[in-house]
């Protein structure tokens, strides 16, 4: 089962395309009528491969007239996937070129030399395997990637001027060290492929900045910026890691109370299974929003009930934290459309404006977590 599949369901009606997917096996499908439902895996039968990768379907999603692409690798055996994953209505011409920089000396030769590894056309909301490689090409590897997209439709009608309808060409230049690619740690759930992957973001339109709280004035933001910066830049001290790794982590939230976890064994993992709140590597709290970490099954619950257990959830964690001033939780909601993330603001404006909050780290959890400072 892929992103694009179209599925039906075997235990109760309906159906739609597979757009996500999510921890233990269950999937994002979006039905008719735009509404995003998570359901097991098992439950959903394919019945079309891909339809929205196909040029003959009139492909029209609320995000779709979007921009959001990106670069994944995954691992593969004994090597990698390089993938392009193409999230948004428009077709793409796109070149992955590798840029090698050779000895410097000799006159009159070029300092650099390049190797294009792929040049054709990625289909709307297809993940396109670019080229594969193996651990041993990683000594020959080139740090410098240039990424040259150009968005394009076939033969579809412009609800607005030309020069509004069209997208500009994107071309970006990267660094890609080969080392992140052996870092097991780097690789991690994403909103582009249903596998792990180390997630190279290129353009995505559907994300706004939020102030941190309400409206700031420009010297209370850069203050905020500053301490956010200051604060990550002592959490990644090896020996704040160390310290919070060894305390903060061998505790979590469990049935409504703090409990010291056992140091190993089948119970530990039960618990750390059934936590509402974990603590990461980085000594930070975390809750795990999506539906699926949060229920065994949502058969029986429409959107609007899953939403309101998902609210009851990160209003449990708040209470439960709230008397450490300070403290930071992180809560992952997922990209989505943004009904969660937009809920979760709304809930802390209302109930707990003596908190700020933004955007999580990028590098550990994409565009789908938001990290509350209490």
Same mark, same amino acid.
């Given at each position: 089962?892929?992103?694009?599949?179209?599925?039906?369901?075997?235990?109760?009606?309906?159906?739609?395309?597979?757009?996500?997917?999510?921890?233990?096996?269950?999937?994002?499908?979006?039905?008719?009528?735009? @509404?995003?439902? /998570?359901?097991?895996?098992?439950?959903?039968? #394919? &019945? !079309? $491969?891909?339809?929205?990768?196909?040029?003959?379907?009139?492909?029209?999603?609320?995000?779709?007239?979007?921009?959001?692409?990106?670069?994944?690798?995954?691992?593969?055996?004994?090597?990698?996937?390089?993938?392009?994953?193409?999230?948004?209505?428009?077709?793409?011409?796109?070149?992955?070129?590798?840029?090698?920089?050779?000895?410097?000396?000799?006159?009159?030769?070029?300092?650099?030399?390049?190797?294009?590894?792929?040049?054709?056309?990625?289909?709307?909301?297809?993940?396109?395997?670019?080229?594969?490689?193996?651990?041993?090409?990683?000594?020959?590897?080139?740090?410098?990637?240039?990424?040259?997209?150009?968005?394009?439709?076939?033969?579809?009608? @412009?609800?607005? /001027?030309?020069?509004?309808?069209?997208?500009? #060409? &994107? !071309? $970006?230049?990267?660094?890609?060290?080969?080392?992140?690619?052996?870092?097991?740690?780097?690789?991690?759930?994403?909103?582009?492929?249903?596998?792990?992957?180390?997630?190279?973001?290129?353009?995505?339109?559907?994300?706004?900045?939020?102030?941190?709280?309400?409206?700031?004035?420009?010297?209370?933001?850069?203050?905020?910026?500053?301490?956010?910066?200051?604060?990550?830049?002592?959490?990644?001290?090896?020996?704040?890691?160390?310290?919070?790794?060894?305390?903060?982590?061998?505790?979590?939230?469990?049935?409504?109370?703090?409990?010291?976890?056992?140091?190993?064994?089948?119970?530990?993992?039960?618990?750390?299974?059934?936590?509402?709140?974990?603590?990461?590597?980085?000594?930070?709290?975390?809750?795990?929003?999506?539906?699926?970490?949060?229920?065994?099954?949502?058969?029986?619950?429409?959107?609007?009930?899953?939403?309101?257990?998902?609210?009851?959830?990160?209003?449990?964690?708040?209470?439960?934290?709230?008397?450490?001033?300070?403290?930071?939780?992180?809560?992952?909601?997922?990209?989505?459309?943004?009904?969660?993330?937009?809920?979760?603001?709304?809930?802390?404006?209302?109930?707990?404006?003596?908190?700020?909050?933004?955007?999580?780290?990028?590098?550990?959890?994409?565009?789908?977590?938001?990290?509350?400072?209490?």
């Amino acid at each position: 089962m892929k992103i694009g599949d179209k599925v039906r369901f075997l235990n109760q009606t309906g159906g739609g395309i597979v757009v996500g997917f999510g921890r233990k096996g269950w999937v994002t499908v979006q039905d008719e009528d735009g @509404f995003d439902i /998570p359901m097991p895996e098992k439950e959903c039968v #394919v &019945i !079309e $491969q891909n339809v929205v990768a196909k040029e003959e379907v009139n492909i029209q999603t609320k995000d779709g007239e979007k921009l959001n692409i990106a670069i994944v690798y995954v691992k593969n055996g004994n090597g990698f996937n390089c993938i392009l994953a193409n999230e948004c209505n428009y077709a793409l011409l796109a070149t992955y070129t590798n840029i090698i920089k050779e000895d410097e000396g000799t006159p009159g030769k070029a300092s650099n030399s390049f190797t294009t590894t792929f040049a054709g056309e990625v289909l709307p909301y297809e993940r396109k395997k670019l080229f594969d490689f193996g651990k041993s090409e990683l000594n020959t590897w080139s740090k410098r990637v240039l990424l040259r997209i150009i968005p394009f439709k076939r033969s579809q009608p @412009f609800k607005q /001027p030309l020069q509004h309808a069209l997208k500009p #060409v &994107i !071309e $970006q230049d990267f660094i890609l060290d080969p080392v992140n690619l052996l870092k097991e740690s780097l690789f991690r759930r994403n909103d582009y492929v249903q596998e792990n992957g180390y997630v190279v973001p290129v353009i995505n339109e559907n994300v706004e900045e939020i102030p941190m709280v309400g409206k700031l004035e420009e010297q209370q933001i850069k203050m905020a910026l500053k301490e956010k910066f200051e604060g990550e830049r002592a959490l990644s001290s090896p020996q704040q890691t160390h310290k919070k790794a060894a305390s903060a982590q061998n505790r979590a939230y469990v049935n409504g109370k703090w409990i010291d976890l056992p140091s190993g064994g089948l119970q530990k993992e039960w618990l750390q299974e059934n936590a509402l709140i974990r603590i990461n590597s980085q000594g930070y709290m975390e809750v795990d929003l999506h539906a699926e970490a949060l229920l065994d099954t949502t058969i029986g619950m429409d959107n609007t009930a899953i939403l309101k257990y998902q609210l009851e959830k990160f209003n449990e964690a708040m209470t439960a934290v709230l008397h450490k001033r300070g403290s930071r939780i992180v809560f992952i909601h997922g990209k989505g459309d943004g009904v969660l993330r937009n809920a979760l603001i709304k809930e802390l404006k209302t109930k707990y404006s003596q908190s700020r909050w933004q955007d999580a780290s990028f590098k550990e959890y994409g565009y789908g977590a938001t990290l509350v400072t209490i």
